[in-house]
């Protein structure tokens, strides 16, 4: 069963980037669609990003062009390249993982990192 472990969370500023990591062990990367998630204060799980096994992403309108998900299968690791991060971005990142194609509903994902806090100040 694949666990994953996400990192590269933290506080910045309005305007500025961070990039996240979601690690795995005990599977193979490569084998898995990977999804991004992210919840805010008081807000529903919401889907941010995914990159298929076969390699194709996807983003919602409301992150496309500031944020781009990418895999390195030899690291094991996926990440999420945030930029022109804005205040409402601010929430729990979560990576997820699953074994078909992409899907953008939380609970079509049967592994889930811990999470990595982003907050955004204006």
């Known amino acids: 069963q694949v666990q994953l472990v996400e990192s590269g969370g933290g506080l910045v500023q309005a305007g500025g980037s961070l990039r996240l990591s979601c690690a795995a062990s005990?599977?193979?990367?490569?084998?898995?669609?990977m999804g991004w998630f992210r919840q805010g204060p008081g807000k529903e799980r919401e889907f941010v990003a995914a990159i298929s096994w076969r390699g194709p992403t996807y983003y919602p309108d409301s992150v496309m062009g500031r944020f781009t998900v990418s895999r390195d299968n030899a690291k094991n690791t996926v990440y999420l390249q945030m930029s022109r991060l804005k205040p409402e971005d601010t929430a729990v990142y979560y990576c997820?993982?699953?074994?078909?194609?992409?899907?953008?509903?939380?609970?079509?994902?049967?592994?889930w990192g811990q999470g990595t806090q982003v907050t955004v100040s204006s």
């Open positions: 997820a993982a699953r074994t078909s194609g992409i899907l953008l509903g939380a609970s079509e994902y049967p592994y």
């Open positions: 005990g599977g193979t990367l490569s084998s898995y669609t």
